[in-house]
């Protein structure tokens, strides 16, 4: 078992002992033993070493969704936390957002074998724990991260070139699409329009936020 599934669990089981788990602590902790025992997709049953659930508050004011867990992701239990994920972090940094203040987590919650691209059915077989978590998590914007998360939220078949760079809404949530960091991390021309759609989603979100989640600003 990785140490992240440890603590979580040893603290939901502290809650529930003490007596202050909340109402979404429980449903969160009933959430989370179901994404980890999940054996819906064979082939990804037999390749992954974790289940990749998410990490962040719950509830949380900004939701992150990627396409699914790689290498690094798979062997710690923990979303983005590869060369992807580092410059996830200076993405949200940029617009003044911790990652520690943001929930992220992935379309599908296990490694395809050689990170080939999720399939049809593993994104459907993995969708109802997306929509539970998008539920509890109640946030006011989404970032969606490459093609796979934006088609899924939006049901379309659309390129992630031609969906960048607008609004959309899932449940009446706004949702935002830029690229992928790992196709950032391949293709630098991409970074001005990433750059303009972290731009569109701090200022929507900085609209609807109470300020909670931003990164104090340093006085010199
Ligand atoms: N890429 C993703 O889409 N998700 C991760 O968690 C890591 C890399």
């Known amino acids: 078992m ?18 202050s788990a909340s109402e979404k602590d429980r449903q969160y902790f009933h959430l989370y033993t179901r994404i980890k025992k999940c054996a819906l997709c064979s082939s990804l049953v037999q390749s992954r070493n974790t289940v990749v659930t998410g990490q962040g508050p719950v509830p949380c ?32 940094a940029s617009i003044n957002l911790d990652r520690k203040n943001v929930y992220i987590t992935n379309i599908i919650k296990c490694r395809p074998p050689q990170n080939r691209d999720p399939q049809d059915d593993e994104i459907k077989n993995c969708l109802p724990f997306l929509e539970e978590q998008i ?27 031609h969906l960048r760079g607008k609004e959309y809404t899932y449940h009446t949530v706004p949702v935002i699409p830029t690229f992928h960091p790992a196709a950032l991390l391949r293709n630098d ?30 006085t010199k």
């Not at 990627?66 to 239990?77: K, L, N, S, T, V």
């Open 189 to 218: 021309s991409l970074k001005k329009e990433t750059w303009q759609d972290l731009q569109m989603f701090g200022k929507k979100y900085q609209a609807l936020s109470t300020g909670y989640t931003f990164i104090k600003k340093r």
């Open 61 to 92: 004011e900004v939701m992150v969704i990627g396409e699914g867990p790689g290498y690094h992701e798979d062997r710690q239990g923990i979303p983005f936390v590869g060369p992807a994920g580092h410059l996830l972090s200076k993405m949200l």
């Open 135 to 161: 539920d509890l998590i109640s946030p006011k914007i989404i970032l969606t991260l490459g093609k796979f998360a934006i088609q899924t939220l939006i049901h379309s078949r659309q390129g992630i070139t």
């Open 2 to 19: 990785e140490p992240n599934f440890i603590k979580k669990i040893s603290y939901l089981l502290y809650c529930y002992l003490e007596g």
